[in-house]
């Protein structure tokens, strides 16, 4: 089952928050472009108004078909398998952290595990070992979400109004499955599962196709005794791309993406943008917050 992580973010006043969501990082592939990772992580600690998420595959190792045929081929050795872990977290520490440690500077909204991790003691995978690593050496702490799927419920609070006010929105974050061929095809993934998950916001991965697009709900509020007025809602879709190249020149084995003649991978990863605003009841002259979502990519 998915998990819901709470997030309290406070602010005063009028305010924006930039929500950056990263994924497919591929780490240790040789398809990685480190040069753009670097660039984003830039973006991301420069950004005042900066937050992050890892919807996973942060690394390029196992995967479920994988872990299951490791496993039954080192069955009995438990020795093998934990001098393997025990060099996958030296690598981890030497390649894969100082990358991602200047982002401990910014507040995480949390972490997912996709498909590619390694699990390196029954209770603990690499994707926890990295989350606690980073908790542990920068500033904030960087929640470990689970597998595939989780909600983020993010509760905006002012206290320096005179008196506590908040409001709370939901996102949806997950990791994804299948590919993303045709031009939409993953933000139809989105759009089905919108309907079906309840949230405020969506963001998804794995097919590496940046795409983004809002649309809008609109329904009577309930009335109590008042007179008929509408209620608004503005629901963003975000389907996030990757760090992978797709195709090289080469006269070796050829990529799974070329192999299968598929579209290239989008490099480049989107923003979900939460800007915070006070507006006036059509009834009452009490303000009232309200979350105005929009997206960068």
């Not at 753009?36 to 998420?53: G, H, L």
């Not at 498909?115 to 908790?135: A, F, K």
């Not at 949230?199 to 009577?220: F, V």
């Not at 923003?271 to 309200?290: D, V």
Request: hydrophobic letters at 35%; proline letters at 5%.
């Amino acid at each position: 089952m998915a998990w819901v992580h709470e997030v309290e973010i406070p602010f005063r006043g009028p305010s924006l928050f930039n929500i950056h969501a990263l994924a497919d990082w591929q780490l240790g592939s040789s398809a990685c472009d480190k040069t753009v990772i670097r660039r984003k992580v830039r973006e991301i600690v420069t950004d005042p108004n900066a937050y992050w998420t890892f919807l996973g595959d942060i690394e390029d190792d196992d995967r479920p078909s994988t872990r299951v045929l490791k496993r039954s081929a080192l069955a009995g050795r438990e020795e093998a398998l934990n001098n393997a872990a025990r060099d996958h977290l030296a690598w981890i520490d030497r390649d894969v952290l100082p990358i991602l440690e200047p982002l401990t500077q910014k507040p995480c909204l949390g972490v997912l595990a996709g498909h590619h991790w390694t699990q390196i003691t029954p209770d603990l995978n690499s994707v926890q070992y990295i989350c606690n690593r980073l908790g542990a050496i920068g500033e904030n702490p960087v929640p470990y979400l689970g597998q595939m799927s989780s909600w983020v419920r993010v509760t905006f609070v002012n206290k320096n109004r005179g008196h506590r006010e908040s409001i709370t929105r939901l996102i949806h974050i997950q990791h994804g499955v299948g590919g993303g061929q045709a031009v939409g095809g993953s933000l139809r993934k989105l759009d089905v599962l919108s309907h079906r998950l309840q949230a405020d916001a969506y963001i998804r991965a794995h097919s590496c196709a940046l795409e983004a697009m809002k649309y809008d709900i609109i329904k009577p509020k309930e009335m109590r005794g008042r007179e008929p007025e509408l209620e608004h809602r503005t629901v963003p879709l975000l389907n996030v791309g990757a760090a992978t190249r797709a195709y090289n020149i080469t006269r070796g084995d050829p990529s799974y993406t070329e192999a299968g003649m598929m579209r290239p991978l989008t490099m480049g990863w989107g923003i979900l943008k939460a800007r915070l605003r006070y507006g006036t009841g059509s009834k009452t002259n009490r303000s009232r917050m309200r979350v105005e979502w929009n997206i960068e990519i």
